[in-house]
């Protein structure tokens, strides 16, 4: 199994390591380094998804196909990438210079409480009742070749059940497994957290630079505190933090854990520099949301809105606001049309 | 409005029951207003989880938010909060009023207050070690490696959930969704008959059977401590295997290798 964790990890990270290169260069966005490109390409990993998917379920197209033609335009974008090779150099041998101011008390300390989180959890089951519908939905995209059109809990032809189809996050997954070669429900109980944990601290790392630029220090401790959190300060299941632990393989736990700190980081990039790309990168990363569970679709403009109306005031500029909104508007539009889907 | 106020609070004290995150995070905002000079790292960090909160108990935009996401799902507005971004910052914003022994000596007293303050996440509480690679029961595995696949199977309530994680190429007569029947006084439809009758507590073969074979159930898969009235090969049903928690019955007319998968529900 190390074999399979190591080859979805390269791919995982790697492929939107690259991709991240290719999306900022076209949207002429700064790369802050490393994990700001990881986290670029998996916004847009996901957001290409949810272009892709919607339309293709809708279609009843076969989930050979998707796999084929989002395979495509992951290579695609991964080329595009390596074309910025001089850029990709340049930062690694920054970063081999940086790295080592990262060596702090507190970037150590959470590194260790991390890799002491990754080997519990992979040591360990949390037995999760949904998995029995969405990795499900992951296994019958694999064996039928439909995408959603059979019931998973039993296996039965079903027309599908419309509060999910525009959030076929267990598609995702069974992408990598069949590119991997696995089962979806080994590579969602075993293999993912191995990706979603990493991200998530990925997110609150690159969090802990925008708010505490160049101290290194607090960054560092800032990032003990955040991982501290997550393994001790849980109230029940249904705190956000939680899902990180208990299901990192679940679309709403991907949201809650993962996304909308992504989204926080996003909101504080756009004040920092406030570059159209960066908004463009916000709308994408709304879209690319979306992919990960219904409620996506209405909390994630919820939480843009109110953070963009919160910014415009203290900034007292509409434009943050009037950009945050257009930033909003593929969740507004696929929520127009779950509506018209479920009524 | 009274039950906004019900679904409200019992949602919040769910949420943040068994921890002090609410102490703690209120006490983030509150420093994080006090302290911070950047008006936008002030709103950001300490005051938009208080607008956040105030939406999430005013009732005007909560009952709004309540008929959005759903009444039995609301608690998820609380997600908007982000109490590893609040929290952490106020922390690191109160480290830095320190030098020294002392700033060491109160990082090391805030983060055994998170350590101390709640309840540890990975623990027996809510993990198991697994056993496979999976991470399914073991007894499921134990009994799908025991059955041919692409058939279609009756089983019981502590395989349905995850059966088909492990073989999607079995089909199932009902999963979790049946539990739903429970309740019910009166059920009607032969799914719905057969689910009520596999719950009672000594199984009746003369209900069962004639049921489960009508449905095109070939396997029938129970806890081996259930009790049964009656004579199985009257409904042309036979023992098949069993491991330590399960008894697999099989159709007496099932031939090694047919696809008996049942697509229409």
Redesign the interface.
């Known amino acids: 199994m190390r074999f399979e964790i190591l080859i979805s990890a390269m791919i995982f990270f790697g492929g939107t390591f690259l991709s991240g290169y290719s999306v900022c260069r076209i949207l002429r966005v700064q790369n802050q380094g490393l994990f700001s490109a990881i986290v670029a390409g998996i916004i847009s990993w996901w957001a290409v998804m949810e272009l892709l998917l919607v339309p293709m379920t809708m279609q009843q197209a076969g989930f050979q196909t998707f796999v084929r033609m989002y395979s495509v335009v992951i290579i695609c974008m991964m080329f595009t990438g390596m074309c910025c090779w001089r850029e990709i150099l340049r930062e690694c041998r920054s970063l081999w210079h940086e790295g080592r101011r990262y060596m702090t008390p507190g970037h150590v300390l959470a590194l260790l409480l991390i890799c002491y989180q990754l080997v519990y959890i992979h040591h360990h089951m949390y037995l999760e009742w949904d998995d029995t519908y969405y990795v499900n939905l992951a296994n019958e995209a694999i064996l039928s070749d439909k995408i959603y059109w059979i019931y998973p809990e039993t296996g039965t032809l079903a027309d599908f059940d419309k509060r999910y189809v525009l959030s076929l996050w267990p598609i995702f997954y069974a992408w990598l497994s069949r590119l991997i070669g696995i089962s979806p429900t080994i590579m969602a109980h075993t293999i993912i957290p191995w990706l979603m944990i990493p991200l998530a601290y990925i997110v609150y790392h690159l969090i802990s630079k925008m708010c505490f630029p160049g101290d290194y220090w607090m960054q560092g401790r800032f990032l003990t505190f955040v991982v501290l959190l997550h393994l001790f300060m849980s109230g029940e299941h249904t705190t956000g933090i939680t899902f990180l632990s208990i299901t990192p393989w679940v679309g709403k736990g991907v949201l809650a854990a993962v996304w909308i700190p992504l989204l926080f980081y996003l909101i504080l990039r756009c004040v920092d520099d406030r570059g159209v790309g960066n908004w463009i990168f916000l709308g994408i990363a709304c879209t690319g949301g979306c992919l990960l569970s219904s409620m996506g679709i209405m909390l994630i403009p919820v939480f843009v809105g109110i953070s963009v109306l919160c910014v415009s005031i203290a900034k007292r500029s509409l434009g943050y606001l009037l950009y945050g909104m257009l930033s909003c508007f593929p969740c507004i539009l696929l929520g127009i049309y779950y509506i018209y889907l479920t009524h | 409005m009274q039950e906004f106020i019900n679904i409200a609070k019992a ?1 919040f004290t ?8 609410f102490p ?1 995070l209120l006490f983030g905002t509150a420093w994080i207003l006090w302290k911070e000079k950047d ?7 300490g ?2 989880p208080l ?2 909160l105030f ?1 999430y108990w005013c009732p005007l935009t909560g009952i709004v ?1 309540m008929k ?2 759903g009444d039995n ?1 609301y ?11 609040t ?3 106020a ?2 914003l109160l ?2 009023k320190l030098q020294g022994v002392m700033r060491e000596g109160i ?1 090391i007293m ?2 055994a207050v ?9 623990s027996e509480e ?5 056993m496979n ?5 073991q007894y499921v595995l134990d009994v799908c490696e025991l059955l041919p696949g692409k058939i279609h199977v009756l089983a019981s309530n502590r395989l ?3 059966m ?3 073989d ?10 049946a539990l739903v029947f429970n309740g019910m006084e009166e059920v009607y439809g032969p799914t719905a008959n057969l689910y009520k009758a596999v719950q009672e507590a000594e199984i009746d073969i003369d209900i069962v059977g004639p049921l489960a074979q009508k449905q095109g159930c070939t396997f029938l898969i129970f806890s081996a401590s259930r009790t049964y009235r009656g004579d199985w090969s009257a409904y042309e049903y036979k023992k098949y295997a069993s491991t330590d928690e399960f008894v697999i019955f099989v159709d007496e007319n099932y031939e090694e290798g047919q696809d008996t ?5």
């Open positions: 949602d769910a949420t943040f029951a068994g921890a002090w995150i703690v008006p936008v790292q002030r709103t950001l960090t005051l938009l607008i956040f939406l938010f959005i996401l799902v608690w998820r507005l609380l997600w908007l909060i982000l109490l590893a971004v929290i952490p910052y922390f690191c480290l830095g990082f805030l983060a998170l350590v101390l303050g709640g309840r540890k996440v990975l809510w993990f198991e070690p697994s690679a999976y991470k399914l029961p349905t959930p995850y088909r994680m492990y999607p190429t079995i089909t199932l007569e009902y999963s979790r969704n998968r049942k697509w229409e529900d």
